[in-house]
């Protein structure tokens, strides 16, 4: 009940195209969805959260999707760049547990073609 | 911008010896975390602390993980007794609000 599904384990995309990234999780308890960036030999960077409450959230190219119901979110990149070609980390919390600690998905490695 | 900073970059060590990871978090963080990420694999959480306490661990934190906030900026993850499974990068993040987890560049432990 812990898990997050990450899929797809890669993808490959061409310049200018959208990324899309998926994310499933169990545990109904998880009220905080991150999505962090990872280029090699870096830590994770934040890119963008949302919470249960509400069904999207854009900043700039990258959005989030929120379905409750099926307990699934998505990353979207629009119009993507080689730039970024990294490895995309889905991951959940409960932010009312008093640890706050994150459940990662396993990873998706996007690659943008020029 | 503020970031977290972690020391070494790089550690190898024999097995069965003791290393020391070093963090230092962003100054009005309160929140602090060890995760540790085997190579190819997912990040995994290790440890929080708050209030100058362990909130919880995982069950890969056992008694030879320890942690410490020694002087109120660097935050530290001891390995008392090293094994080549615990051969990853290892990541400090620290956080101000119970939600958002700010990640340092990673230390890279290799137990040989």
């Known amino acids: 009940q812990q898990q997050v599904k990450q899929s797809p384990q890669s993808l490959i995309v061409q310049k200018g195209g959208i990324s899309i990234i998926n994310c499933a999780y169990e545990?109904?308890?998880?009220?905080?969805f991150p999505w962090y960036q990872q280029f090699p030999g870096k830590g994770p960077a934040l890119l963008i959260a949302?919470?249960?409450?509400?069904s999207e959230k854009k900043e700039g190219r990258f959005t989030i999707s929120f379905n409750k119901s099926a307990k699934q979110f998505s990353l979207h990149i629009m119009d993507s760049q080689p730039g970024d070609s990294a490895t995309y980390f889905c991951?959940?919390?409960?932010?009312?547990?008093?640890?706050?600690?994150?459940?990662f998905g396993t990873g998706t490695r996007l690659k943008v073609l020029a | 911008e503020p970031e977290v900073t972690q020391t070494p970059s790089h550690q190898v060590t024999q097995m069965g010896q003791e290393v020391i990871l070093r963090c230092v978090p962003i100054s009005n963080h309160l929140y602090f975390y060890w995760y540790r990420q085997i190579l190819g694999q997912k990040v995994e959480f290790l440890v929080s602390?708050?209030?100058?306490?362990?909130?919880?661990k995982s069950e890969i934190f056992d008694d030879q993980f320890s942690v410490e906030r020694p002087d109120g900026s660097n935050f530290t993850l001891k390995i008392r007794s090293t094994k080549l499974e615990d051969s990853a990068m290892y990541f400090c993040a620290s956080g101000r609000l119970q939600e958002t987890q700010y990640f340092g560049p990673g230390t890279r432990l290799l137990v040989l």
């Open positions: 545990n109904t308890a998880f009220d905080y």
């Open positions: 949302i919470r249960p409450d509400v």
């Open positions: 602390f708050y209030n100058n306490e362990i909130s919880e």
């Open positions: 991951a959940a919390s409960r932010t009312t547990s008093g640890t706050y600690k994150y459940i």
